[in-house]
């Protein structure tokens, strides 16, 4: 069957005839006089195309009604071909406003032959519609997936900004040179290229350039020939070829030779490879590089090429700390105790908003990675997820970073005013030992030689809350 007609004309002689001759032509055809029947219809039959006139004698709704009840509350796709011998200039115009597929005058004019190539054509444009909304919603599931797979945390201004310069650059399909620490969300940043980039759907593929030893680099980045070593059994596509068209993720770009970068370096400037023991091939691959070295060492030359590292400086987005975030902490805290609560079903009772301070007292020098095994660590090793809980293992982490490096003497001795360092260190000194002491004033004020009521006043002028009930 090729498709499904339904008829709406009041001519019942008309419309044998025209059901007669679309029948032959292999489509099932039902034949209504007038709205209502058509609507009783129109819902279990679901037609490909609708055959109607203007002007139906006995119809409660005349045709250009239907139309526009079926632009106006019916969602569906459905192609509608009018055919009238009566209609004036402007009805014709308010046919085509509607939305009808198309427009054919009955009388001396009418061609059966021109009739049944319209409704082919319009059966054909439906379904090429059809398929093209399938792919679209496809697509949307798709991109669905990555956003819930890598989700882009964050509300602080420094984020927005990241998030701003790499919409961007994925938006004019440019490269992108991912910088910033350890565990500050690289992968992550680099799928948010990829969902906003019109390659979206396209192969993407991740690298870890670490983990490629110096002899097998080039063969998999570029593919060889069978034969052109010693263990080239066969012939291999590079992943820069299986990307072609696509997106390539290059993770710690900098530790790669300096002759692998030179031919990257070629690949973005002439967009071809040099397979190896084979020929230059044509790709058109779009790359994301990414580095925890900070720019200084990557402009030595004996890291990364000059030419290179000029060739893509111009895309550098350089990814925050975790210390630098501000409240993004707290957002990025509850995201991974959400989700590692459903996984160890793990009762929680924590108010999130008063470990703010505790949080950023630390400086996660893991970033983002160290706090997510932070809290797996939690729901792992607790069978209650609470304030205090959460604050005495804070208070572990931070003493074992409190003091060990030159850096924690430094933050104090680069303040030149005595007062503004001695109220830094105070500071510092109290909250170590509020945590030392599960955040509780009474111990830790007998822990440290003073009144408790003198450490409720110096915690008031230093903004200390211990997210926890008055004791």
């Not at 030595?300 to 925050?320: C, H, N, S």
């Not at 830790?444 to 004791?471: N, Q, S, V, W």
Request: overall charge negative.
């Amino acid at each position: 069957m090729n498709g499904k007609v339904i008829i709406l004309e009041d001519d019942v002689v008309l419309a044998q005839s025209i059901t007669s001759i679309i029948q032959r032509k292999n489509y099932e055809v039902l034949h209504t006089t007038n709205s209502d029947a058509f609507f009783n219809e129109l819902r279990n039959f679901k037609p490909d195309v609708i055959l109607m006139d203007v002007f139906l004698i006995g119809s409660r709704l005349n045709g250009l009604q239907v139309l526009r009840y079926l632009r106006d509350n019916l969602d569906l796709n459905y192609k509608v071909i009018v055919i009238s011998g009566e209609a004036t200039s402007a009805q014709v115009a308010e046919i085509r406003e509607l939305g009808a597929y198309h427009f054919i005058e009955k009388g001396s004019s009418f061609n059966v032959n021109q009739l049944m190539l319209h409704i082919d054509n319009a059966v054909t444009l439906k379904r090429q519609e059809e398929e093209h909304i399938g792919l679209q919603i496809e697509f949307i599931n798709l991109k669905k997936q990555f956003t819930r797979s890598f989700p882009f945390i964050g509300d602080s201004d420094v984020i927005k900004d990241v998030r701003s310069q790499i919409v961007k650059l994925a938006e004019v399909d440019e490269d992108m040179f991912l910088i910033g620490e350890t565990g500050t969300g690289k992968e992550v940043a680099a799928n948010y290229y990829y969902i906003n980039s019109r390659r979206f759907g396209k192969t993407f593929r991740t690298v870890n350039c670490s983990a490629l030893t110096e002899t097998i680099i080039e063969s998999e980045l570029f593919g060889h020939v069978k034969g052109s070593f010693t263990d080239a059994d066969r012939n291999k596509t590079g992943i820069f070829e299986e990307c072609s068209t696509g997106l390539l993720f290059l993770d710690e770009v900098s530790n790669l030779s300096l002759k692998a970068q030179a031919k990257i370096l070629r690949s973005i400037e002439n967009k071809e490879i040099q397979v190896v023991g084979g020929n230059m091939k044509k790709v058109d691959t779009r790359l994301i590089f990414a580095s925890n070295a900070d720019l200084t060492t990557l402009s030595d030359a004996t890291v990364m090429r000059k030419d290179l590292f000029y060739r893509i400086e111009g895309t550098i987005v350089e990814l925050p700390p975790l210390r630098e975030r501000g409240s993004d902490i707290l957002l990025l805290f509850s995201y991974f105790l959400s989700n590692y609560s459903s996984q160890y079903n793990i009762y929680d009772q924590m108010d999130l908003r008063a470990l703010k301070d505790a949080l950023l007292e630390y400086s996660w020098p893991g970033n983002i990675r160290e706090l997510k095994n932070f809290c797996k660590f939690l729901m792992i090793n607790e069978r209650e997820i609470t304030n205090a809980v959460i604050l005495k293992h804070l208070s572990h982490k931070l003493s074992n970073s409190f003091g060990k490096s030159e850096e924690g003497l430094d933050k104090y001795l680069n303040i030149r005013n005595l007062k503004d360092s001695a109220s830094a260190f105070e500071r510092d000194y109290i909250l170590h030992y509020l945590h030392e002491n599960d955040m509780r004033v009474s111990s830790t004020a007998k822990a440290i030689g003073i009144e408790r009521t003198t450490l409720y006043k110096k915690m008031k002028l230093f903004g200390i809350t211990t997210g926890l009930e008055e004791e």
